[in-house]
Structures are given as structure tokens and as C-alpha cells.
């Protein structure tokens, strides 16, 4: 334990007290019996026994939970806060999640209390006004993505791959084969594979061409009659737009195959090119990445479904539609729907950031952002590709991939780079992802940030690369500046631990 100037030095303990941030959680130890963060009125009704009156099931000891004050109980939260890495700090530079600025103004607006009130339950005739908002929301992404068809209710994009996927399904079915397999290129996102996998297909993998497109000739050679369509994320997750896009639709719907987009990487694309105007027949959308509603944490997201025409039919149900007065209803009898895929409309509150943020921009402010994003990873890409490797020379949309192979030659991985980026005050970027770079470093800026927070982004990247020839070994034992330092990765994704332990008597410092 460092000694203080002793002005911070307790007396009773000689402990000295470390700055409030970097205590330890000291929630079990500042207990004591009694103590509450509540205060409630006194009881106006007979105290009834829980144990009497619900039988068995309920406990009888009383949980070994921290008894504590309000104010010992904030300050642990706030504690806690502050040991996490946000977007309001800060750049967060993962590529493939969009982590751009929430704006405020969306957060008050989903607070409007008539919005935010809005009962699930409520008729139809006493909801018009969110079924306004839904509506509007609808018909801005069918306009921003060219297709014909929306359903809002999948909570995620993953979700959205399996509702798009089941809808494929459907319609194959109904046209009295269902098939058997799903292309699915190697740049893909994860959730691509697992989502065909999931939905009962066989998934075929197709190799990347050099420009990490899609060789059109392979492709060709690969769709046959048993193929339900192709899942492509455009532009890829090397940040590469797939510019022979309508060819590879052209060749699918010979087939009788159909042409999934992943649409998470729409940020590159909103209010220049739409996915419904070059082939696409289903899509999904996160509205938690492109259009600004918060994720992390583990939600709620939103993954909107956009598709043709001939698939409307088999949309979940319920489906919003208009009465001839104007008014809006939720339809129910829909004999070919694959049925719901969520609770109620989906999680609406995305709904209304999303919309707040979309009207907010307009056209030319979305298309202004796109545009922003994608210059911000061309200049991040233009001012270290002298440093890092640039394994696609392809143009970069709105990330660049480079891979640690010239820093790999000195010891230094990826993840290193990143662990040490931390050190400068950022959020590391996606590591080692998309598989087929190896030793990935995948940076995606988006259009939040100043030129002045790129400089410095860029200017840590290029002193961890120097430091990687000078003092490797700093970079490799990185993080230096954090609570904690290298966590024995296996080990806490094997056997984390998750929750507080008593010390054992006589253990205790
Ligand atoms: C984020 C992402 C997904 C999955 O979206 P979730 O909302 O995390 O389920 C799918 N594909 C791509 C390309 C992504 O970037």
C-alpha cells in the first residue's frame, strides 16, 4: 500500500483512501444490519406472514444481501460507471457495430409521455398515435431502402436474419419447394451462417475473390435448383462494396434463388444507392447501429425486415395497415404469415429514436452522413496505411481492414494493438474479424467524429506502431493504465466470476 501525504491518510487504519473511481466494490463490506436505501410508510394493513401465504416455495433464510444506505448504493453504480468505456467518452472505433453518437433529442422524444405510456393492450382505435409513429417509420426505411414490404418487429439484426430467412422459406414452400441449402460468402458476419444453420439449411460456403468480392463465375458454378437464396452483407465486412451486385441477383433469380442483404453496413449506403433498386429481394436493417438507437449492453435493438412484394403475404402478423378513413389497425388474418417472431410491435422505443433521428437529418442529412462516414475511414485508412499492412486495396465504404502482419513480424498481435489502444484513452477496434484477414484490425469511425478526435486516434495508432519496433514488450503486456491488466482470457470466458465471495475468515488484508 503507497503512503500518502498523510492529509489523505485515514487514522484509524493507516490505510490511505484511493481516489473514489478506483475503490474497490465495497459493497458487502460497508454493510451492516439495518441499514436501507428506502424508506417506506408504516404498514396500514395486518402484517401477513410471505411464508403462510405462498406455502413452500418461498425462502425462509434471508439472503446474504449487502445491507446499505441510498447514497453508498449510488456511488457503487456510479463507481461501476466509470470503470466502463462509452461512446459519450469517447471514439469507439468497432468496426461492424456503427458506434455512432445517440443523440439526445431522440431520448427526449421516446420520453413523451403519450409515446412512451402507449399500453401494448390498447385498442386500435385509442393507439392512432404510435401507430402513426410506426407507420412513418415504416415508410421512411421502405424510401430509404427501396423495397416494397416492412415488418419492425425482430429485436435484433440477428432476429432480423431469421425472420428475412423464414420469410425465404415460406415463399419457396409456397411454391412447392422449399430447398435445401444457403450461399453464404467467408466475409460474412457470424450471425449469417448461424442464422441459415438455425433455420434448418444446409449453408455453403463461397471464397472471396481478390478485391474480396464475389467471383460471379463461382457463384454461378454454385447455385442450383436446391439453393434458397444468398446471404450478402453489402458492403462486406472488409468495408468493400460489392459493385457487381445486380449480376449476382441476376444470377440467383435464374435459379429461382433469392437474394439476401445483410444491411448492417447501411451506414455506407443511406440516401446514395438502394438495396431494393439493385436486386435485393429481403433485408433487414439495425436501427441500433445506422440509425442511431443505443446498443450494448445487450439491447433492446431493433432489426426491421424490408422485402418485395411477392413476400408480403408471409410477413409476421401482425401487419399494420390503413383503414379507408385514414385510421390505422393491426391486421391478424394473414393464412400464409410465418407468425410472430415478437412480443406485441417489436421494441418501440427504438422505433421513435429511429424515426426522431431520420426526420431530424432529412434526405440530404442522412445523405450528408453517409457521405461523412465514409470520408472519416478513408482518412483514418490514407494516414496509417504506411504503418499497418492494407491486405484489400479495394476502396474503403465507411471501415477499413488492415492486419497486423508488418508487427506481427515483431511478436505483436492484434489484440495487443488494441489492448494498448486502451491505454490511450480509446476504445479498441474489432479484432481479428472479418476471419479472412488475418490478424485483423477492423476500424469503422463512423461520421460522429471531429477531425480532431480522428487526428488522435490516428496519432496513437501510429505511436503504438512505433512503439512495437522501439519496445515490443510494452505493447504485448498492454493494457498498463487499467484497473486491471491482462485477464487470462480463457479463463474468464471458461470460469468467470460473476459474483461477490465472503473472504474466508483470517484472509482478509
Ligand atoms: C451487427 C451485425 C449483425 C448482427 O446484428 P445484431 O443486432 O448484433 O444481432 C449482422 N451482420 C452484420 C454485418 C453486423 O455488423
Same mark, same amino acid.
Given at each position: 500500500?503507497?503512503?500518502?501525504?498523510?492529509?489523505?491518510?485515514?487514522?484509524?487504519?493507516?490505510?490511505?483512501?484511493?481516489?473514489?473511481?478506483?475503490?474497490?466494490?465495497?459493497?458487502?463490506?460497508?454493510?451492516?444490519?439495518?441499514?436501507?436505501?428506502?424508506?417506506?410508510?408504516? =404498514?396500514?394493513?395486518? +402484517?401477513?406472514?410471505? @411464508? !403462510?401465504?405462498? &406455502?413452500?416455495?418461498?425462502? *425462509?433464510?434471508?439472503? $446474504?444481501?449487502?445491507?446499505?444506505?441510498?447514497?453508498?448504493?449510488?456511488?457503487?453504480?456510479?463507481?461501476?460507471?466509470?470503470?466502463?468505456?462509452?461512446?459519450?467518452?469517447?471514439?469507439?472505433?468497432?468496426?461492424?457495430?456503427?458506434?455512432?453518437?445517440?443523440?439526445?433529442?431522440?431520448?427526449?422524444?421516446?420520453?413523451?409521455?403519450?409515446?412512451?405510456?402507449?399500453?401494448?393492450?390498447?385498442?386500435?382505435?385509442?393507439?392512432?398515435?404510435?401507430?402513426?409513429?410506426?407507420?412513418?417509420?415504416?415508410?421512411?426505411?421502405?424510401?430509404?431502402?427501396?423495397?416494397?414490404?416492412?415488418? =419492425?418487429?425482430?429485436? +435484433?439484426?440477428?432476429? @432480423? !436474419?431469421?425472420? &428475412?430467412?423464414?420469410?425465404? *422459406?415460406?415463399?419457396? $414452400?409456397?411454391?412447392?419447394?422449399?430447398?435445401?441449402?444457403?450461399?453464404?460468402?467467408?466475409?460474412?458476419?457470424?450471425?449469417?451462417?448461424?442464422?441459415?444453420?438455425?433455420?434448418?439449411?444446409?449453408?455453403?460456403?463461397?471464397?472471396?475473390?481478390?478485391?474480396?468480392?464475389?467471383?460471379?463465375?463461382?457463384?454461378?458454378?454454385?447455385?442450383?435448383?436446391?439453393?434458397?437464396?444468398?446471404?450478402?452483407?453489402?458492403?462486406?465486412?472488409?468495408?468493400?462494396?460489392?459493385?457487381?451486385?445486380?449480376?449476382?441477383?441476376?444470377?440467383?433469380?435464374?435459379?429461382?434463388?433469392?437474394?439476401?442483404?445483410?444491411?448492417?453496413?447501411?451506414?455506407?449506403?443511406?440516401?446514395?444507392?438502394?438495396?431494393?433498386?439493385?436486386?435485393?429481394?429481403?433485408?433487414?436493417?439495425?436501427?441500433?447501429?445506422?440509425?442511431?438507437?443505443?446498443?450494448?449492453?445487450?439491447?433492446?435493438?431493433?432489426?426491421?425486415?424490408?422485402?418485395?412484394?411477392?413476400?408480403?403475404?408471409?410477413?409476421?402478423?401482425?401487419?399494420?395497415?390503413?383503414?379507408?378513413?385514414?385510421?390505422?389497425?393491426?391486421?391478424?388474418?394473414?393464412?400464409?404469415?410465418?407468425?410472430?417472431?415478437?412480443?406485441?410491435?417489436?421494441?418501440?422505443?427504438?422505433?421513435?429514436?429511429?424515426?426522431?433521428?431520420?426526420?431530424?437529418?432529412?434526405?440530404?442529412?442522412?445523405?450528408?452522413?453517409?457521405?461523412?462516414?465514409?470520408?472519416?475511414?478513408?482518412?483514418?485508412?490514407?494516414?496509417?496505411?504506411?504503418?499497418?499492412?492494407?491486405?484489400?486495396?479495394?476502396?474503403?465504404?465507411?471501415?477499413?481492414?488492415?492486419?497486423?502482419?508488418?508487427?506481427?513480424?515483431?511478436?505483436?498481435?492484434?489484440?495487443?494493438?488494441?489492448?494498448?489502444?486502451?491505454?490511450?484513452?480509446?476504445?479498441?477496434?474489432?479484432?481479428?474479424?472479418?476471419?479472412?484477414?488475418?490478424?485483423?484490425?477492423?476500424?469503422?469511425?463512423?461520421?460522429?467524429?471531429?477531425?480532431?478526435?480522428?487526428?488522435?486516434?490516428?496519432?496513437?495508432?501510429?505511436?503504438?506502431?512505433?512503439?512495437?519496433?522501439?519496445?515490443?514488450?510494452?505493447?504485448?503486456?498492454?493494457?498498463?493504465?487499467?484497473?486491471?491488466?491482462?485477464?487470462?482470457?480463457?479463463?474468464?470466458?471458461?470460469?468467470?466470476?460473476?459474483?461477490?465471495?465472503?473472504?474466508?475468515?483470517?484472509?482478509?488484508?
Amino acid at each position: 500500500m503507497a503512503t500518502g501525504s498523510g492529509v489523505a491518510g485515514s487514522a484509524n487504519t493507516g490505510k490511505v483512501r484511493q481516489h473514489p473511481t478506483q475503490n474497490e466494490g465495497l459493497l458487502f463490506e460497508r454493510s451492516s444490519p439495518g441499514k436501507r436505501a428506502y424508506k417506506l410508510p408504516p =404498514l396500514d394493513v395486518p +402484517a401477513v406472514d410471505a @411464508g !403462510e401465504l405462498l &406455502g413452500r416455495s418461498v425462502r *425462509r433464510e434471508r439472503a $446474504e444481501l449487502p445491507e446499505l444506505s441510498e447514497i453508498e448504493l449510488i456511488r457503487h453504480f456510479t463507481r461501476l460507471s466509470t470503470w466502463n468505456y462509452a461512446i459519450d467518452l469517447g471514439m469507439y472505433p468497432l468496426g461492424s457495430c456503427t458506434m455512432k453518437y445517440n443523440p439526445r433529442v431522440n431520448e427526449f422524444v421516446a420520453r413523451i409521455e403519450g409515446l412512451a405510456e402507449a399500453h401494448p393492450y390498447r385498442p386500435d382505435g385509442f393507439a392512432q398515435g404510435i401507430l402513426e409513429v410506426i407507420e412513418l417509420l415504416q415508410r421512411c426505411l421502405l424510401e430509404i431502402t427501396g423495397m416494397d414490404a416492412i415488418t =419492425l418487429q425482430p429485436a +435484433a439484426g440477428a432476429h @432480423g !436474419e431469421f425472420t &428475412g430467412i423464414l420469410l425465404t *422459406r415460406a415463399w419457396h $414452400e409456397s411454391q412447392g419447394n422449399a430447398r435445401k441449402k444457403i450461399l453464404i460468402p467467408d466475409s460474412a458476419h457470424g450471425t449469417n451462417p448461424a442464422t441459415a444453420a438455425f433455420s434448418g439449411y444446409l449453408v455453403e460456403n463461397i471464397k472471396s475473390n481478390a478485391e474480396g468480392g464475389i467471383d460471379l463465375d463461382v457463384l454461378a458454378s454454385r447455385v442450383d435448383e436446391d439453393t434458397a437464396a444468398l446471404m450478402l452483407t453489402n458492403p462486406s465486412t472488409l468495408g468493400v462494396f460489392e459493385s457487381e451486385i445486380h449480376k449476382i441477383a441476376d444470377i440467383l433469380h435464374a435459379k429461382g434463388a433469392l437474394l439476401y442483404m445483410d444491411g448492417a453496413n447501411m451506414n455506407a449506403l443511406v440516401g446514395k444507392v438502394r438495396p431494393g433498386d439493385f436486386g435485393v429481394d429481403v433485408m433487414h436493417l439495425n436501427l441500433h447501429k445506422t440509425f442511431s438507437t443505443p446498443h450494448g449492453g445487450g439491447g433492446p435493438g431493433s432489426g426491421p425486415v424490408a422485402c418485395k412484394g411477392f413476400l408480403e403475404p408471409f410477413l409476421p402478423v401482425p401487419v399494420l395497415v390503413r383503414n379507408q378513413d385514414g385510421t390505422k389497425r393491426w391486421e391478424y388474418d394473414r393464412p400464409q404469415s410465418i407468425g410472430r417472431v415478437r412480443a406485441f410491435y417489436g421494441n418501440t422505443g427504438m422505433f421513435i429514436r429511429a424515426l426522431a433521428y431520420i426526420l431530424a437529418n432529412g434526405p440530404d442529412g442522412l445523405r450528408q452522413t453517409t457521405e461523412d462516414a465514409v470520408l472519416n475511414a478513408n482518412y483514418i485508412r490514407r494516414k496509417l496505411e504506411d504503418v499497418y499492412e492494407l491486405p484489400y486495396k479495394t476502396a474503403s465504404m465507411h471501415e477499413v481492414v488492415f492486419s497486423d502482419k508488418r508487427q506481427a513480424a515483431r511478436g505483436v498481435k492484434t489484440g495487443d494493438i488494441a489492448k494498448r489502444l486502451i491505454d490511450y484513452g480509446f476504445h479498441p477496434y474489432t479484432v481479428s474479424f472479418p476471419l479472412i484477414v488475418h490478424g485483423a484490425l477492423m476500424i469503422e469511425p463512423t461520421e460522429s467524429e471531429s477531425r480532431e478526435e480522428l487526428d488522435q486516434f490516428i496519432d496513437a495508432m501510429r505511436r503504438i506502431a512505433q512503439e512495437v519496433e522501439e519496445n515490443p514488450e510494452l505493447v504485448k503486456t498492454a493494457p498498463h493504465t487499467t484497473r486491471v491488466s491482462r485477464l487470462d482470457e480463457v479463463q474468464a470466458a471458461r470460469k468467470p466470476v460473476l459474483r461477490w465471495k465472503k473472504p474466508e475468515a483470517g484472509t482478509e488484508s
